[in-house]
T-cell receptor, first 115, second 118 residues
């Protein structure tokens, strides 16, 4: 079983739709929960991150974490064609032996928003 | 925001040759740098982690003699793929961590290097 599971899609929605992206995980040691956006052949860009269960909102984006269910979501309201990209969930824990945050990524969900 | 660059952005090489990829933090000193590999339509997989002046720590299953990492300074890390083969063709992404903070926004990703081995 992978530590982080994410449906790769693709997901195709019309402009203006609400998009829901989800990930599940198995490691209870994860402390931070992130969403990255990655355009084709580019590095990932951090969109949002949360530390605890609950919701966090930033403009059209809402990140939701449910630690009891080991489930995280990203909602995109009023989706735009410019939102078309691959969305990667990621989770991290602090590796004391190395002194750094170790990130584990999901497979990424490809989203296409068509006009 | 902090900027991480990679060079080259795309490299094509013949099987058996070695390829060096550079990762630089342009406006901050990186306490730790990370190298990831991403195959098409797959996730980023951490290959190794390096701190300036010390040996890199490789993830399980990553051949340290094949993927040589040199972290020469607080702003530069290099990944050399030795004796590259077609199965090494992938997208290599570095990231750099500023400080020892726990929050994810202290880690910045480069734009990636696409390696094609013929």
């Amino acid at each position: 079983q992978k530590e982080v599971e994410q449906d790769p899609g693709p997901l195709s929605v019309p402009e203006g739709a609400i998009v829901s992206l989800n990930c599940t995980y198995s490691n209870s040691a994860f402390q931070y929960f992130m969403w990255y956006r990655q355009y084709s052949r580019k590095g990932p860009e951090l969109l949002m991150y949360t530390y605890s269960s609950g919701n966090k909102e930033d403009g059209r984006f809402t990140a939701q974490v449910d630690k009891s269910s080991k489930y995280i979501s990203l909602f995109i309201r009023d989706s735009q064609p410019s939102d078309s990209a691959t969305y990667l969930c990621a989770m991290s824990f602090f590796l004391f032996s190395g002194g750094y945050n170790k990130l584990i990524f999901g497979a990424g969900t490809r989203l296409a928003v068509h006009p | 925001g902090a900027v991480v660059s990679q060079h080259p952005s795309w490299v094509i090489c013949k099987s058996g040759t070695s390829v060096k990829i550079e990762c630089r933090s342009l406006d901050f000193q990186a306490t730790t740098m990370f190298w990831y590999r991403q195959f098409p339509k797959q996730s980023l997989m951490l290959m190794a982690t390096s701190n300036e002046g010390s040996k890199a720590t490789y993830e399980q299953g990553v051949e340290k003699d094949k993927f040589l990492i040199n972290h020469a300074s607080l702003t530069l890390s290099t990944l050399t793929v030795t004796s590259a083969h077609p199965e090494d063709s992938s997208f290599y992404i570095c990231s750099a961590s500023r400080g020892r903070g726990l929050a994810p926004d202290t880690q910045y990703f480069g734009p990636g290097t696409r390696l094609t081995v013929l």
